[in-house]
């Protein structure tokens, strides 16, 4: 029942709902939207939460541009806690050189608490990595990039306290024994920056269900908590899902034995021996690469009038839902919806202009992955 | 386990957010502001922060109240004084003004109007989410950072503060007379916006 004192409220609204509604400003609102999606998202990328809907517009026209900014969530790192909370010494020491390389330069650090594991890796770099640690209701990213971006980040932090509801500063915080800066914002996530070395630092901290508050106090029992850990240690507590370098090249070619490649494709070049990579990353590495070759393929044969060439294409894109490793990645990530959101268009045809939409926008979208 | 993090989800998110909730948005600022341009402004504001942050802002029914915090403070930013006209809103600025040339009050939303102004800003803001943007208290908390039975106790506090002052506003009538809603498809800035046009 409508509160008597609200209705009175409503009626004087200046405008209602309704004529808001009826405002012909859809120009306008798209002008803005582009506008709006042009500008560069500085911000730190953190770990993008899991959408109830997987949030592709409604309308029915592709929005190629609206998937853009490509494979950047590729530089991921990795290192496991065993579930007690240990660090799990690792018994093997099959890494190659490279890895060795990374796991000596980067800052290795670790959650020394009960409960806490790791969630997620992706792949390790020297130049950037990013660790998902879950436990004890929390969920905390630690990423680690060189240290010119500290300026870029802080000043992002520092405008969300500015911008953004209940977002604040948290004074006087040290990680590791050195000064840090921590920010809250919506409440109950936290960040976490500082420097060490030739790297900056960030530790992003959320509640596992992010309605759920999280004290500042939690946090900072969380900051004490971290350790530092050798190379042994690190690199022995890598999880399974990260391709050992002398896997990658046996790996890559069992993901392609059930893809159709175009003539002249090239499967050891998919073989990257210079990062490590988890195995959902390496997945969208292959199949991106087989996909852009006929995504590739397609557009210059439907340009240049090649019909057969752009069906031979079309049917080779059908097939990729039948590649057993999107199926594999599917549970994990929306790489392969959007690889089969372009197949599927292209297979679907038919509509005006959806050539150069495709080829302005798969490259980003898929490739390179 | 957790889902990858996907940057690719970043765009669609974002267009979908702005389908959804860019009139909910505007709305709220348009009922806020006496010159259409400032909403235009918070409209820009507030989703160019949504883009910035659409990866870790929360989904589902805490989407609308998120993004009317946000608005929230980029109006409180606005009356300080500490925002610039924002550039990306120019045109939608320039398209409300056409469509919204005047504001047309009547005697009893004058009384209204007035009983809210006595109240306190945190009081005023939980009535008007509530009657306004019909938010629950729920909602309410998401946007003023509030739990929602706090809310709740504050929203009955602030109507039983609101009903005093309309009672001694306007004490022959209690309630006080409400003019008839005009027709919503027939709004009156719109008929004047016809005039203009004509």
Known sequence: ?369 | MTRRPDERLAHPRFERLFDEHRRAVLGYALRRVADPADAADVVAETFLVAWRRVDTMPDGDAERPWLLGVARRVLANQRRGSVRRHALSQRLARELAVQLPAEETSAARDVVHEALSRLSEQDREVILLSAWEGLTPAQIGGVVGLRGATVRSRLLRARRRLRAHLAALDPGEDPPEIAPQPPTQHPPFMDLAKEHAA
């Open chain 1, 1 to 369: 029942m409508t509160h008597i004192t609200d209705e009175l409220v409503r009626r004087a609204a200046p405008v209602t709902d309704e004529q808001v509604e009826a405002l012909d400003l859809t120009a306008a609102e798209a002008e803005l939207s582009s506008a709006i999606l042009a500008r560069t998202r500085d911000a730190p990328r953190r770990r993008a939460r899991v959408p109830r809907r997987l949030a592709l517009p409604r309308r029915r026209s592709l929005r190629w541009s609206l998937v853009a900014v490509a494979a950047a969530a590729l530089a991921l790192a990795g290192v496991s806690l065993t579930r007690d909370g240990g660090i799990a010494t690792g018994p093997d020491r099959v890494w190659a050189a490279a890895a060795l390389r990374v796991a000596d330069a980067v800052p290795r650090i670790a959650i020394d608490a009960p409960g806490w594991h790791v969630e997620r890796v992706d792949t390790l770099t020297v130049e950037q990595g990013e660790i998902a640690f879950g436990g004890d209701g929390l969920e905390a990213e630690l990423m680690w990039l060189p240290s010119g971006k500290y300026q870029q980040y802080l000043d992002s932090n520092v405008q969300d306290a500015k911008e953004i509801p209940d977002a604040e500063e948290i004074p006087d915080v040290e990680v590791l024994g050195t000064p840090a800066r921590a920010f809250r914002s919506f409440g109950s996530t936290y960040n976490v920056l500082w420097r060490s070395g030739g790297y900056m630092l960030q530790l992003h901290v959320q509640p596992a269900d992010f309605h759920e508050p999280l004290a500042p106090e939690r946090v900072l029992g969380l900051l004490d908590s971290l350790k530092l850990v050798s190379v042994d240690e690190w690199l022995g507590a890598m999880p399974a899902s990260l391709v050992r370098p002398d896997d990658v090249q046996t790996t890559v070619e069992r993901m392609v034995s059930d893809m159709r490649l175009p003539d002249g494709f090239d499967v050891a070049a998919l073989a990257d021996k210079l990062s490590l990579r988890d195995r959902y990353q390496l997945g969208a590495h292959v199949a991106g690469a087989v996909a852009c070759d006929w995504i590739g393929r397609w557009v210059r044969a439907s340009r240049s009038g090649d019909e057969r060439a752009a069906a031979d294409a079309s049917a080779a894109l059908a097939s990729s839902h039948d590649w057993s490793i999107l199926h594999e990645m599917e549970s994990e990530g929306a790489y392969p919806e959007v690889l089969w959101e372009f197949a599927d268009a292209i297979v679907g045809g038919g509509e005006a202009g959806q050539v150069d939409e495709v080829a302005t926008h798969y490259r980003q979208a898929l490739c390179d992955a």
